[in-house]
């Protein structure tokens, strides 16, 4: 069993303590309060921005970075940029894991926070790998939410979640040690977006593609719905190989409000679109230990499938309209 001692938990991202913001009340307080009550013994450091507000928070190091500012991936249809806080992301990210000294670590929104340390004893439950498309040393435990199979009703690749990470930190580490993303420059072939008139890729796509470079750049994504058969085998095997993708009760992690009640995630429609434990473990099973056992029964499959067809299926035409919709107005 890992101890606590042994992890650092690095809280990235704007620090929140006062009722100044419409999201919730003091969250990030709140955030680090539930990493000393269930990680005893855990370093954190908090990697933010200049001029937060630190008064009264409970931290072990503090990580101030330059603002990179937001990042422009690509341009509304009325022509102006679509700004996104990757590069805010990364930063915060990677400057803070840069500091850690313990054997694993804990990549943490700082408006996000822990239930339980379920996590730490899920991370050592699967030990067994293929070689293929093996680059991390151990798995790394990341949250079901946004890691989606499905997206605008087709199947998606490399749509992993960027809320949590938990693992070795050479791991964590690299999957957040990568360049900056340069913002978009439009051009003829490419107007709005990279793979226009398709949709753009996706944030966390995106990001877990960019981790993915550093081991092998040929690994790419030309829009959101690039899903020919091999681009998503590929995707499970590293998804299989590399991550153990958890609901938030087995990983023990809260969400802000803002991700809750009526938000897309947390309806069914948006739940029964992302990737769920069962489907992990039997990617596992197809792809690194043809033993294991999954979970899930013939009646929560067969649940999800009806509900797939109910909220996920249908709304391929209207995404295949769009598509060439925005086609024909390019023209």
Request: proline share 5%; net charge positive; aromatic share 12%.
């Amino acid at each position: 069993m890992i101890n606590g001692k042994d992890i650092t938990v690095v809280v990235q991202g704007p620090v929140q303590t006062f009722n100044d913001r419409p999201q919730e009340p003091n969250i990030t307080t709140k955030c680090l309060n539930s990493i000393r009550e269930h990680l005893p013994g855990a370093t954190i450091i908090l990697s933010t921005w200049p001029n937060q507000n630190l008064s009264g928070l409970d931290y072990d190091e503090l990580v101030i970075s330059p603002d990179p500012g937001a990042n422009s991936r690509n341009l509304k249809l009325d022509g102006t940029p679509q700004w996104y806080n990757n590069n805010r992301q990364i930063v915060s990210s990677v400057e803070g894991l840069k500091r850690v000294t313990t054997k694993y670590a804990v990549k943490l929104r700082s408006d996000n926070f822990l239930t339980s340390n379920s996590f730490v004893a899920l991370q050592q439950q699967y030990s067994k790998r293929c070689e293929q498309d093996c680059f991390l040393t151990e798995r790394v435990v990341v949250s079901d939410v946004f890691t989606r199979k499905y997206a605008k009703g087709f199947s998606v690749a490399y749509h992993v979640s960027d809320f949590f990470y938990f693992g070795l930190t050479e791991d964590v580490l690299a999957l957040w040690d990568f360049p900056l993303f340069q913002d978009f420059v439009p051009s003829a072939e490419e107007p709005v977006s990279k793979g226009f008139p398709n949709f753009n890729i996706d944030c966390t796509q995106a990001l877990f593609i960019a981790a993915l470079q550093q081991f092998d750049s040929s690994i790419k994504l030309t829009h959101l719905l690039d899903n020919d058969g091999k681009i998503i085998e590929r995707s499970n095997r590293i998804i299989a190989n590399n991550l153990i993708v958890a609901p938030l009760d087995k990983l023990g992690l809260g969400l802000c409000q803002k991700f809750l009640g009526t938000a897309r995630v947390s309806r069914t429609s948006g739940r029964v679109a992302h990737l769920q434990f069962f489907e992990w473990q039997q990617l596992y099973k197809e792809m690194c230990d043809s033993c294991f056992k999954t979970e899930a029964s013939v009646v929560e499959s067969m649940m999800l499938f009806l509900q797939r067809c109910l909220y996920v299926f249908p709304t391929r035409p209207q995404t295949l309209f769009k598509v060439w919709k925005r086609n024909k107005n390019r023209q």
